[in-house]
């Protein structure tokens, strides 16, 4: 009896982790299966994130999608940006953290982070057809002896979901993104904008505009070339994309004109943000072939009343009216400045 007591004894710790281990792969298997009914990228990304987190219990994760300019990176948590962004950097090739776009976050110059040490910091290398990144991970544990299967496995299916979505992204984008700068174009501006405004009539919110244009660009694109001058575009784009929330649209209206679309946004909190924006864009330089180059730009602020609920094509016509006065009024008051017009348009 005691022998075979010693042996169910000795039998304990394989049992015990026999049994995690198949409860790890019946998880992956649900995220799996949830992973594959995702119609978003970032709808991929959240279920292999949730799913790590489940399984392995990371204290930091990073998801890493290589574009044609610059990279697309799932962070979580926040705090840890900073420390990751020099690895970043290094491992595909950037120029400089405006090269850096985050899916998940917003965040603001002065917000406070936390430093951590990379010594213990784990990655494994994604290279689908459509789709190569990288995940990072700072393990919170000791990891178990099938840690790599797992990452492997909900790597890979991740990778075929995201180069499926990617290509449909792709055929959609086509439509309706600027090639350039990745905002949307003028046509499909004209689509979200009756959709805005006619959302916010609905629900009595406040709808604003901001429209800006890059100042002198015309002289950026003589002294330093058209390929610079598209690197400002790219660049001074990406700043505002990077500091608006997620429901707010960007769209290239035309040369170096932009046009956003701010819904549940009131004239002062638009001018707050164009101030900020417009801060950002004068203290960060371009690094081009051609040389460093700095600019500033222009802003102009309209704003939607919402005291009427009837919205027809008059709304939106006063509104890029007014953003573009407000804007031009700013050029004449001596450039690198917001103009917010003086009153909200009535219909």
């Given at each position: 009896m005691k022998v075979e007591l010693t042996k169910l004894f000795q039998m304990l710790p394989f049992l015990f982790n026999a049994a995690i281990k198949n409860a790890d792969h019946k998880k992956l298997t649900r995220h799996i299966i949830n992973l594959n009914q995702q119609n978003s990228v970032q709808g991929i990304i959240n279920e292999m994130s949730v799913c790590l987190k489940e399984i392995l219990n990371y204290r930091l994760f990073a998801f890493v999608i290589q574009r044609e300019t610059?990279?697309?990176?799932?962070?979580?948590?926040?705090?840890?940006?900073?420390?990751?962004?020099s690895v970043f950097i290094q491992d595909f090739n950037l120029s400089g953290d405006s090269e850096i776009n985050y899916l998940n976050h917003t965040f603001q110059s002065d917000e406070k982070e936390h430093e951590f040490s990379l010594e213990?910091?784990?990655?494994?290398?994604?290279?689908?057809?459509?789709?190569q990144g990288k995940i990072y991970m700072l393990p919170n544990r000791n990891m178990p002896d099938y840690h790599d299967d797992i990452v492997g496995m909900?790597?890979?299916?991740?990778?075929?979901?995201l180069s499926k979505q990617i290509n449909i992204e792709h055929l959609t984008n086509a439509a309706t993104l600027d090639p350039l700068t990745g905002c949307y174009n003028r046509?499909?501006?004209?689509?979200?904008?009756?959709?805005?405004i006619a959302s916010a009539k609905r629900h009595q919110t406040p709808l604003s505009v901001f429209m800006f244009d890059i100042d002198h660009f015309k002289k950026v694109n003589d002294?330093?070339?058209?390929?610079?001058g598209d690197k400002v575009l790219q660049h001074v784009s990406n700043i505002v994309k990077k500091n608006i929330r997620t429901g707010d649209i960007l769209a290239r209206y035309g040369g170096e004109e932009f046009i956003a679309i701010l819904p549940s946004t009131g004239k002062k909190e638009a001018m707050e943000l164009s101030e900020r924006l417009r801060q950002q864009i004068e203290d960060q330089s371009i690094v081009t072939e051609s040389g460093e180059i700095w600019v500033t730009a222009s802003f102009g602020i309209s704003s939607l009343a919402s005291s009427n609920k009837q919205a027809d094509s008059a709304d939106m016509?006063?509104?890029?009216?007014?953003?573009?006065?407000?804007?031009?009024?700013a050029k004449l008051n001596g450039r690198n400045t917001i103009m917010?017009?003086?009153?909200?348009?009535q219909t």
């Open positions: 610059g990279i697309d990176v799932w962070l979580d948590p926040r705090m840890y940006r900073k420390s990751l962004e213990n910091l784990v990655s494994y290398l994604l290279d689908e057809q459509k789709c909900i790597l890979k299916s991740t990778g075929i979901a046509r499909e501006f004209e689509e979200q904008i009756r959709k805005n002294t330093y070339g058209h390929q610079a016509l006063k509104l890029i009216e007014d953003a573009d006065t407000m804007m031009y009024k917010p017009s003086l009153t909200e348009i």
